[in-house]
Structure formats: structure tokens, C-alpha cells
């Protein structure tokens, strides 16, 4: 079945740099689009980043654009979010999700209804 792991969050001090993992198992990244998610407290669920499995088009959120680089290792059917120049306002727990490509929209990547499938999540605090 279709799961996704995310690692790789922690506590960071403002300026500095994570990168976000996301471990896949049970298909096949080529035909998937996966995004990047955060979801701070008392906050609605913000789409972050987004890589299509077959072109690998990426899309980022105004927010990070310049800052947050989204890239895949299909031999290790791994999907990654660089994270650099961290702010406060990045402080959220991150997911990683998923979809088929069939009937992808990509004008909508940032739409968390638009994914059906959804890893636990890691905390990211940036703090001094």
C-alpha cells in the first residue's frame, strides 16, 4: 500500500538550513505528483512545494520561493525539501503528499483536498 515517512525536522536558529525528507513505499514515483505541506497551530494546512513524477515540474508557495528548493531520488524513491534562509514564520510540522498523475491538476497543487494519500508529518521550529 501507498505510505509515506517524513524526517529530518528539528530546531533550527533563524538563517539556518534543514532538508526534509520524504521516504516512499508501495508505487511508483514517475506516475505520482508529490507535495510538500505545513500546518503551524490554530493554522489551515498551506501547500509548500510540489514535484509531478513525470516531467518533474516543481511549484513552490510565494513564501518560500528562493528559499526552499523540492527534489527526487527515484532510485531511492525519496522525495526532498531544502529548506534555506529559515524564518520564524516556517516554524509548522511539514507533510509530504501524494496523488496519481491521471487527472492532475496542476493549477490546484496547493489544494490539500486534491491528495489521497498522507505521511505523519515533522516538526520544524525555528527559533533563537
Known amino acids: 500500500q501507498v505510505q509515506l515517512v517524513e524526517s529530518g525536522g528539528g530546531l533550527v536558529q533563524p538563517g539556518g538550513s534543514l532538508r526534509l525528507s520524504c521516504a516512499t513505499s508501495?508505487?511508483?514515483?514517475?506516475?505520482?505528483?508529490i507535495a510538500w505541506f505545513r500546518q503551524a497551530p490554530g493554522k489551515e494546512r498551506e501547500g509548500v512545494s510540489c514535484i509531478s513524477g513525470s516531467d518533474v515540474s516543481t511549484y513552490y508557495a510565494d513564501s518560500v520561493k528562493g528559499r526552499f528548493t523540492i527534489s527526487r531520488d527515484n532510485a531511492e524513491n525519496t522525495v526532498y525539501l531544502q529548506m534555506s534562509s529559515l524564518k520564524p514564520e516556517d516554524t509548522a510540522k511539514y507533510y509530504c503528499?501524494?496523488?496519481?498523475?491521471?487527472?492532475?491538476?496542476?493549477?490546484?497543487?496547493?489544494?490539500?483536498?486534491?491528495?489521497?494519500?498522507w505521511g505523519p508529518g515533522t516538526q520544524v521550529t525555528v527559533s533563537s
Open positions: 503528499a501524494t496523488r496519481p498523475l491521471w487527472r492532475w491538476d496542476d493549477s490546484t497543487w496547493y489544494v490539500a483536498g486534491r491528495y489521497n494519500y
Open positions: 508501495g508505487f511508483t514515483l514517475d506516475y505520482y505528483v
